[in-house]
């Protein structure tokens, strides 16, 4: 074996390599021939269903040089042969100029149709010859290009261009892009003869990028040539859709008439017009928002410099809004912001909304609307943080009118404001509330909140005739005294019956209960209505029987069982509900089971 560096091991080292180019490049011709036979059987086969003549196809030359002639010089007959047989031998495997390069670029083959009508010689010469010969436009096209792109005005360039790009796609993926005289192709239909326009520099580049300089700069091997795609049509497509998505006024109308576009140009100009005006309408108010705002912020900041703030803010600071409207009325809307001060209205606004309300609700008795309308007065006082006698008479004024139409809840959270509103000093009718905030935990059966409040009572406020009545009604319950309850229930002060009634039934039906144990086995109904609480002393005669006929109704409405009297029974007025007993001994069950439904506690907490 000769040294490496010597001049026979690299006379031997170039004929190895082009033997293995030979050898490469033959097995590539082999493998296309292969799918041109392919090809060819199923051309024929699909010629053969149609009962069309098979064209001819030319045999291909046979390649001088076989495969199995070349055989890989050894180093022994390397070293028997002198240098400059070494070269002549070698030459002969050298390509000349005028043979195909030793190496050629495989790319993915894409499937080739095969027309009837093609001459063999051009199918011949596209498998033979190789792409990178070749640009991938031919210079025909791109003059083609520049002469549409000349032809075309500004309002139509869009247009034009997507025509050329459906027209090229087609054309290419039919090959035919050498084959088509772009010379006489006609130009698209909304090309102008006059000249008013230049090819885009995209479609420049595009084109530019498929010469034979680019092409074989592309096919160095670089980190950048890696990454950027191979040009087709795809540049052009996009940005065909961008043009599109982005065309203006002027450009859809250029296929109208000249009077029509005018009309149509001036009606959306009109409307342009009418949306800058809502627009700047818009902005305005919102500019006088901010100045009613900052106008009331400084208003505020004055009085509190010169008198140390608002009195009727207990908690004021910088940051509390002072409202501006002047409406008597507003209605009522959850905030879901900060509150504006062009929608709040002011202390003297909201004294006289008050006196208007009362004025309505003993006119027109509309609880809807006025329990709409004490909301939106309680939330203009809670976001300026106003904690006055004002304020309390307003919550004060709307438990009132809650307790008389049986709102519990709206009462509850009127009684909850009352509760630290009266903690502040602020005096109002407390007597009267806490009396009714007693009874209201009477009613829930919150023991432990009555232990608790029982114990932060002071003796002075025990004293009151509300608190008194308040207290000796939960004595009563606790006890289970249903005599005393009723007659308490009866000379209940100010509007404390009205929270009495959403539990005085249940109370009865607890009574009832120990009554049919002790008067087993019937009781007379009209013995019932003085003792649950229908009948009482002071009532006249003329009204005994139809407090006696109530208790019979609500006792069959309840379901208890009732039979008539005896002939000899001692009836209470002589009537028909007088003469009625109820069964004890059946009716047990009945209110055991009403008792039990009476307990239920719902989503407000509130018993039912």
Not at 457 to 469: A, F, I, M, P
Not at 553 to 580: F, N, Q, V, Y
Request: aromatic share 8%; proline share 6%; hydrophobic share 35%.
């Amino acid at each position: 074996m000769p040294p490496v560096n010597s001049p026979e091991y690299l006379a031997w080292y170039s004929q190895y390599q082009a033997y293995l180019a030979d050898w490469y490049y033959q097995q590539q011709r082999m493998q296309q021939q292969q799918q041109l036979q392919q090809h060819q059987m199923q051309l024929q086969q699909a010629l053969s269903a149609t009962s069309m003549p098979m064209p001819a196809v030319p045999k291909r030359p046979e390649s001088t040089v076989s495969s199995n002639q070349f055989h890989a010089p050894t180093a022994q007959s390397i070293a028997s042969t002198t240098q400059s047989e070494l070269k002549a031998k070698a030459s002969q495997f050298l390509p000349s100029a005028r043979s195909k390069p030793a190496f050629i670029p495989v790319k993915p083959a894409a499937k080739t149709v095969f027309e009837p009508a093609a001459e063999p010689a051009k199918a011949e010469a596209a498998i033979v010859e190789p792409a990178a010969q070749r640009p991938r436009y031919p210079d025909s096209l791109k003059k083609y290009v520049t002469r549409v792109f000349a032809t075309c005005t500004k309002e139509n360039r869009d247009a034009v261009e997507k025509q050329l790009k459906e027209l090229l796609g087609k054309i290419e993926a039919k090959n035919a892009l050498y084959d088509t005289d772009w010379e006489k192709m006609p130009l698209p239909s909304f090309c102008n003869p006059e000249p008013e326009a230049r090819a885009t520099p995209d479609l420049r580049k595009a084109l530019s990028s498929s010469s034979p300089a680019a092409s074989a700069s592309a096919a160095t091997p670089s980190k950048s040539s890696k990454k950027r795609k191979k040009f087709s049509l795809d540049e052009v497509e996009e940005r065909g859709k961008d043009s599109e998505a982005d065309a203006t006024a002027a450009d859809s109308l250029s296929h109208l008439p000249a009077a029509q576009r005018e009309a149509e140009l001036r009606r959306r100009e009109d409307r342009s017009r009418r949306f800058r005006e809502a627009q700047e309408a818009e902005r305005a108010r919102q500019r006088q928002k901010k100045r009613d705002h900052h106008r009331a912020r400084e208003a505020a900041l004055a009085f509190a410099a010169t008198d140390g703030g608002n009195p009727d803010v207990i908690d004021w600071d910088e940051h509390t809004i002072v409202g501006v409207a002047t409406a008597l009325e507003k209605s009522y809307l959850r905030l879901t912001s900060a509150p504006d001060p062009s929608t709040v209205r002011p202390l003297p606004v909201l004294r006289r909304t008050l006196v208007l309300l009362g004025r309505k609700w003993r006119t027109e008795q509309n609880y809807t609307y006025i329990c709409d309308q004490f909301k939106s007065l309680r939330q203009d006082l809670t976001v300026q943080r106003i904690k006055n006698e004002f304020t309390v008479k307003v919550y004060e004024a709307h438990a009132r009118i809650a307790l008389e139409k049986g709102d519990i809840g709206e009462y509850n959270q009127c009684q909850a404001q009352l509760k630290e509103l009266y903690k502040l000093g602020i005096p109002g009718c407390v007597d009267e509330f806490l009396g009714y905030r007693i009874l209201y935990m009477v009613y829930t059966l919150n023991r432990t909140d009555q232990v608790k409040m029982l114990a932060e009572l002071t003796n002075s406020e025990k004293q009151g005739d509300g608190v008194r009545h308040a207290l000796s009604v939960r004595a009563a319950v606790a006890a289970g005294d249903y005599f005393r309850f009723f007659r308490l229930y009866h000379a209940a002060p100010s509007m404390s019956v009205y929270l009495m009634d959403f539990f005085v039934e249940r109370e009865r039906v607890k009574a009832l209960r120990v009554l049919c144990r002790a008067y087993r086995p019937t009781v007379a109904v009209a013995r019932l209505a003085h003792l649950l609480g229908w009948v009482y002393p002071d009532d006249s005669p003329e009204y005994e029987p139809e407090a006696v006929e109530a208790c019979r109704r609500w006792l069959a409405e309840a379901g208890a069982p009732m039979i008539p009297a005896p002939a000899s029974g001692t009836g209470g007025g002589g009537s028909d509900a007088a003469a009625m007993m109820l069964d004890c001994r059946a009716a047990a069950g009945v209110f055991a089971a009403r008792l039990s439904s009476l307990m239920k506690v719902d989503i407000k907490g509130q018993i039912h």
